[in-house]
Nanobody
């Protein structure tokens, strides 16, 4: 069973930075699909970034150039470095584990989720 625990959320002013972390256990170290999603109140869950085996990385257009996803295999920890944050980035952020062959930014392909961490960007 995959277990995911997020940390690192908080409040920041526009233009600021935050780094989210997700302690992941129970997933394959050889063929993995780990992703970050976010959900703002009243909106659907949105894929933000994904990383799969072979360093296959993809970002949502809305965060390209501002967010960086990375995986520390030695620590079994997934990260999301978020720079130049905007008010529209305000949301609950979740990490998720999916199946390598079906790795996408569509939440429907994920069965294992963390509890979420809140990010608020406001002046």
């Amino acid at each position: 069973q995959v277990q995911l625990v997020e940390a690192g959320g908080g409040s920041v002013q526009p233009g600021g930075s935050l780094r989210l972390s997700c302690a992941a256990s129970g997933h394959s170290s050889d063929s993995y699909c780990l992703s970050w999603f976010r959900q703002a109140p009243g909106k659907a869950r949105e894929g933000v970034a994904k990383i799969a085996s072979g360093d296959l990385i993809r970002y949502a257009d809305s965060v390209k150039g501002r967010f960086t996803i990375s995986l520390d295999n030695a620590k079994n920890t997934l990260y999301l470095q978020m720079d130049n944050l905007k008010p529209e980035d305000t949301a609950m952020y979740y990490c998720a584990s999916g199946t390598y062959g079906w790795c996408s930014l569509d939440a429907a392909y994920y069965n294992d989720w963390g509890q979420g961490t809140q990010v608020t960007v406001s002046s």
